[in-house]
T-cell receptor, first 116, second 116 residues
Framework: KAGVTQTPRYLIKTRGQQVTLSCSPI?????VSWYQQTPGQGLQFLFEYFSETQRNKGNFPGRFSGRQFSNSRSEMNVSTLELGDSALYLC???????????????FGEGSRLTVL | AQSVTQLDSHVSVSEGTPVLLRCNYS??????LFWYVQHPNKGLQLLLK??????LVKGINGFEAEFKKSETSFHLTKPSAHMSDAAEYFC??????????????FGQGTILTVHP
């Protein structure tokens, strides 16, 4: 069974540009979550999508957005990039069903964004 | 709100010696706790989870953790370190209900170094 796939793995942008990152979840998983990982702030939750609907959102500005498609693939977008957006962006998938967060997420290897 | 504190940012051991990575949690209810591991330039992988069944939890690769409510601790241990255990380890807690979907709250991480 293929794991979570993130593309691109590495990218370099300049301040003010925008970026779109893609995530393909494990087959059959309907929940996709996004995390930002930086040396200073650690791992922080961005948002979660399930069946094309955002169910949960972290404390990030509106420049960070996402969406999920009918095949469960997800994209996140960051507009008007700032230097502080340089980070490893991790996508994770799970079945997402049930009323309780099981905490069992399957992570991709991440997209490393550098903003110059 | 729930949180976790990892008491050591770095731990260094020799191959074949025991490993102890410390984690304390704070939660207003009985939490679900996890340990995740991240090898260099890789995504995160679930090591083990505690969800109120047995207090001693066994995970992959010989790791285990014990939930101690009286001490609000969930320390990770392994009897004998292997070179391949060198990685960063995260103690994680989840919330309850719909507001927790996809959201893991991570500790700041402990980098484990294993010397030959």
């Amino acid at each position: 069974k293929a794991g979570v796939t993130q593309t691109p793995r590495y990218l370099i942008k300049t301040r003010g540009q925008q970026v779109t990152l893609s995530c393909s979840p494990i087959s059959g998983h309907r929940s996709v979550s996004w995390y930002q990982q930086t040396p200073g702030q650690g791992l922080q939750f961005l948002f979660e999508y399930f069946s094309e609907t955002q169910r949960n959102k972290g404390n990030f500005p509106g420049r960070f957005s996402g969406r999920q498609f009918s095949n469960s693939r997800s994209e996140m977008n960051v507009s008007t990039l700032e230097l502080g957006d340089s980070a490893l962006y991790l996508c994770a998938s799970s079945s997402g069903t049930g009323t309780r967060n099981t905490g069992e997420l399957f992570f991709g290897e991440g997209s490393r964004l550098t903003v110059l | 709100a729930q949180s976790v504190t990892q008491l050591d940012s770095h731990v260094s051991v020799s191959e074949g010696t025991p490993v102890l990575l410390r984690c304390n949690y704070s939660s207003s209810y009985s939490p679900s706790l996890f340990w995740y591991v991240q090898h260099p330039n890789k995504g995160l992988q679930l090591l083990l989870k505690y969800t109120s069944a047995a207090t001693l939890v066994k995970g992959i690769n010989g790791f285990e953790a014990e939930f101690k409510k009286s001490e609000t601790s969930f320390h990770l241990t392994k009897p004998s370190a292997h070179m391949s255990d060198a990685a960063e380890y995260f103690c994680v807690v989840t919330g309850l209900g719909g507001t927790s979907y996809g959201k893991l709250t991570f500790g700041q991480g402990t980098i484990l170094t294993v010397h030959p």
